[in-house]
């Protein structure tokens, strides 16, 4: 017996929009695998909303954006103007998938969107770092109090199972050090320097050019992307309650070839390491450029290559790295956290 999901998504960017098009491709072997069915009942960007009961056409909402339309365009349901967060209040599901940008200042839109979700006893999925961030355990207090799932894998690492790793894998060991390489771009722009000798600036343009690196790539190259995510690990796997300020962060732009070469004499590679490592009662945060051994399984990532490094008491120590050439795993992982929801 298939299960029909009712679900709202907000943010039809990147993300949103190759999870339509994943659904479009793989609801039958969805449906067969898991037995779920998802029907899209409201979708929001910022043209406005489209709403309906029977099921909105994920491959014509996926469409009207390719062609430079919003979602308001829907035609017969398309609301212009209308909030995301008056489409949520409006729409009943099951679920919210909140896709939209974001917001390290106040987190909206998708904050406001994620609360009324909860207050209305919806799962949540979301690939949003701001709200997460600001209000973890805000968030995840409500889901509890609600009896609902607040998911949120894709995340950290776009299709990298970082999170799945840490909660569910490790269960009933103790992490004692996690080492991340969570940021692509500056993963990009650091093997380019080393492997093909060329300066930051030309690695970076290399990246604006490849698509992965914005025209203002502070964030990225910064360290407040891999910050970010690091705080998500600490409040989610380490159970720590972490604030980003509470973290030592230093970026890449003033790493030279001079730098590497005199890593690379020494057997080692420089990489923009996140790291959480126990001390005492409590962990060590910091996202720094960091000189690791030629032989460590981060120094050995490539051009598109993000991953994790899980060190822990009972089970190990456990790699996992990730080839992500763009934001369809990012995606996918949203609809592994939909999934795992009723199937998990």
């Known amino acids: 017996m298939t299960q029909t999901i009712r679900y709202t998504l907000v943010g039809l960017g990147n993300i949103g929009r190759n999870l339509l098009d994943i659904l479009a491709h793989r609801q039958a072997a969805i ?3 898991y037995g779920l069915s998802f029907c899209l009942v409201g979708a929001a960007d910022t043209s406005g909303a489209a709403l309906s009961a029977e099921g909105l056409d994920p491959a014509r909402v996926r469409d009207l954006k390719l062609e430079g339309q919003g979602v308001a365009f829907y035609p017969g349901v398309g609301r212009p103007g209308m909030s995301a967060q008056a489409m949520v209040e409006e729409a009943v599901a099951e679920m919210l998938v909140e896709a939209s940008p974001t917001n390290l200042q106040d987190g909206q839109p998708g904050m406001g969107c994620i609360l009324r979700a909860l207050e209305k006893g919806q799962h949540v999925v ?4 701001g709200p997460l961030v600001l209000a973890f355990h805000k968030l995840s207090a409500m889901a509890r109090e609600a009896g609902v799932k607040l998911l949120y894998s894709g995340t950290v690492a776009g299709g990298l199972p970082t999170i799945n790793i840490g909660i569910r894998d490790l269960a009933g060991s103790e ?4 080492e991340g390489i969570l940021n692509g771009t500056t993963n990009y722009i650091l093997t380019r320097m080393e492997q093909e000798g060329i300066s930051y600036e030309e690695a970076l343009k290399g990246a604006q050019a490849a698509g992965i690196a914005e025209a203002d790539p502070t964030l990225d190259v910064d360290g407040w992307d891999a910050a970010n995510k690091l705080v998500i690990v600490a409040n989610s796997v380490l159970r720590r309650p972490t604030a980003l300020s509470e973290l030592h962060v230093e970026g890449i732009r003033g790493l030279t070839l001079d730098d590497l070469r005199r890593a690379r004499e020494a057997g080692k590679v420089i990489k923009l390491l996140a ?3 126990k001390e005492g009662d409590d962990y060590r945060l910091s996202v720094r450029p960091t000189a690791l051994d030629k032989e460590h399984p981060l120094a050995r990532t490539g051009l598109w290559d993000m991953g994790v490094v899980y060190h822990t008491d009972y089970m190990g120590v456990i790699s996992a790295v990730i080839e992500e ?5 990012t995606s996918a992982a949203v609809l592994r956290d939909m999934i795992n929801v009723y199937a998990g």
């Open 275 to 277: 790291l959480a490592e």
């Open 31 to 33: 449906e067969a695998d």
């Open 126 to 129: 979301t690939a949003n770092k």
């Open 325 to 329: 050439k763009g934001p369809v795993p």
């Open 175 to 178: 992490v004692l050090k996690v």
